[in-house]
């Protein structure tokens, strides 16, 4: 009877023991933080972040991601000050950052050719930059769009002393080129695809078609050197899932764009669908996976950035950027 009993005992301890376990296992497990901070207001350059977001791969990888938007500063300098993990940038801000010591890293490139250049309504009769000559560019006042202008200008045998160079601030495209500007920097992927639905035909005039050297990557998605050395688990962990949402918007344009525009509810629509139809291809293009980045790529750019005294003091590229932690 004793052995009996004490047999009850231990089967009771067991039971006791295997429904504790059971419950601690069933707890949910405790997700980290993970702050990014976007470059603009939400579009189809973020598309990836989204759509990991909205399908649960941040949170299968143990992460709760929350997407912000930068409001002053740019998001290198903003990233290395501790007010985001992550962020999208772009590689001459970046450039920038790391010619003042600012230790910020690219960690992939969301798209894989620059799809940004100088555009102008058909009425200017801008057709390259020769056609700059006694015209007036809206610009935002960085150093980097005199000397991209100034590169082209001369290399089609125009002065640059001829065109007026104005800053319109946060003015967008249309308005500014219904007023005094003659021509602006845009991207493609947005603003020319919003231009194409409000019948405003265009002369573009894409940057990476003018010289190799402005093929250079815009936007890139950033770290700070000391999250890398310090947790690149979490590292690795982001950008696993940050490219399982490109992935799945380079072979799902439609769902994606429904996913932005289900995160984003103020988004244009139309806008988003025909934009995400755009780029889905443009993502990855000719990159052996999404988010490669090439060191000649880094370098050149670096290159053209110092000799046009942009940056005081040139960066060395291969720390600014690693391909380690895509999948």
């Not at 001829?162 to 021509?183: P, Q």
């Not at 190799?212 to 000391?226: A, G, Q, R």
């Not at 979490?234 to 799945?248: D, I």
């Not at 443009?282 to 000799?307: C, H, I, L, S, T």
Request: hydrophobic fraction near 40%; aromatic fraction near 10%; charge should be negative.
């Amino acid at each position: 009877m004793k052995k009996f009993s004490s047999l009850i005992v231990i089967l009771v301890l067991l039971l006791s023991m295997a429904g504790c376990a059971g419950s601690q296992s069933s707890q949910p497990t405790k997700l980290q933080k993970v702050t990014v901070l976007l470059d603009w207001v939400p579009n189809t350059n973020h598309t990836g972040l989204y759509v990991a977001l909205d399908q649960g791969y941040y949170k299968q990888a143990g992460l709760d991601v929350k997407l912000v938007q930068a409001t002053e500063g740019g998001t290198s300098q903003l990233v290395a000050a501790g007010q985001g993990d992550f962020g999208v940038s772009y590689q001459e801000e970046l450039t920038t950052a790391r010619s003042q010591n600012i230790p910020v890293v690219a960690l992939a490139a969301v798209i894989q050719h620059n799809t940004s250049g100088f555009a102008a309504p058909k009425s200017k009769n801008i057709k390259s930059p020769a056609d700059f000559v006694n015209k007036t560019y809206g610009g935002w006042g960085s150093p980097i769009e005199s000397a991209i202008l100034k590169t082209l200008m001369e290399k089609n045998q125009a002065d640059f002393s001829k065109l007026k160079v104005v800053n319109v601030g946060t003015a967008d495209f249309f308005t500014s080129v219904e007023s005094n500007v003659d021509f602006a920097w845009i991207y493609y992927g947005w603003t020319g695809i919003e231009a194409e639905q409000r019948n405003m035909a265009l002369d573009f005039i894409e940057l990476k078609d003018q010289d190799k050297t402005l093929d250079f990557y815009s936007p890139i998605i950033i770290t700070t050197e000391n999250t890398i050395t310090q947790n690149p688990e979490l590292v690795k962990k982001f950008m696993q899932a940050t490219s399982q949402g490109y992935q799945y918007a380079i072979a799902h344009p439609d769902e994606a764009a429904q996913i932005l525009i289900k995160q984003v509810p103020d988004i244009n629509q139309e806008l988003v669908m025909a934009s995400q139809a755009y780029l889905s291809p443009r993502y990855q293009g000719d990159a052996p996976r999404w988010g490669e980045m090439n060191p000649e790529v880094w370098k050149n750019f670096a290159d053209f950035m110092y000799n046009n005294g942009i940056i005081e003091q040139n960066i060395d590229p291969k720390k600014a950027f690693t391909n380690e932690f895509l999948p």
